[in-house]
Nanobody
Framework: QVQLVESGGGLVQAGGSLRLSCVAS????????MGWYRQAPGNQRELVAL???????NYADSVKGRFTISRDNAKNTAYLQMNSLKSEDTAVYYC??????????????WGQGTQVTVSS
C-alpha cells in the first residue's frame, strides 16, 4: 500500500504565495509521473501541473508563469510553488502519482487533499 500526504495549504491574500508538498510512502519501487490537481466547489477536478520522473513539466494554461512544479526523487516528494495567487485558485489541491510498487505493479494513487483559499 502507498500513501500520499499533502501539506502546505492555507489561507493567503491575493498576490501571495504558498508552497505545497506531497510525500509518498509505503511499498514503493519507483514513482513515475507526479501531478497536482485541484477541485473547486461545483467544479470538476482539473490538472494543475504534471512532472515526469526525468523532470519534464506540463501546466494548465491558467497557472503558467505563476506555479512551478518540482520533485525530489530521493525523497519521493513533489512540490507546487504557487505565486501571484488569485481568488480563482481557491480549491482543494490533490497530489497524484503513478507508483511502481515493490511487486512491480503500476498503481495510481491520490492524496487526501489540502485546502487553498485565496482572499481578494
Amino acid at each position: 500500500q502507498v500513501q500520499l500526504v499533502e501539506s502546505g495549504g492555507g489561507l493567503v491574500q491575493a498576490g501571495g504565495s504558498l508552497r505545497l508538498s506531497c510525500v509518498a510512502s509505503g511499498n514503493i519501487f519507483r514513482i513515475d509521473d507526479m501531478g497536482w490537481y485541484r477541485q473547486a466547489p461545483g467544479n470538476q477536478r482539473e490538472l494543475v501541473a504534471l512532472i515526469t520522473r526525468g523532470g519534464s513539466t506540463n501546466y494548465a494554461d491558467s497557472v503558467k508563469g505563476r506555479f512551478t512544479i518540482s520533485r525530489d526523487n530521493a525523497k519521493n516528494t513533489a512540490y507546487l510553488q504557487m505565486n501571484s495567487l488569485k481568488s480563482e485558485d481557491t480549491a482543494v489541491y490533490y497530489c497524484n502519482a503513478d507508483v511502481i510498487t515493490g511487486r512491480l505493479r503500476v498503481e495510481n494513487y491520490w492524496g487526501q487533499g489540502t485546502q487553498v483559499t485565496v482572499s481578494s
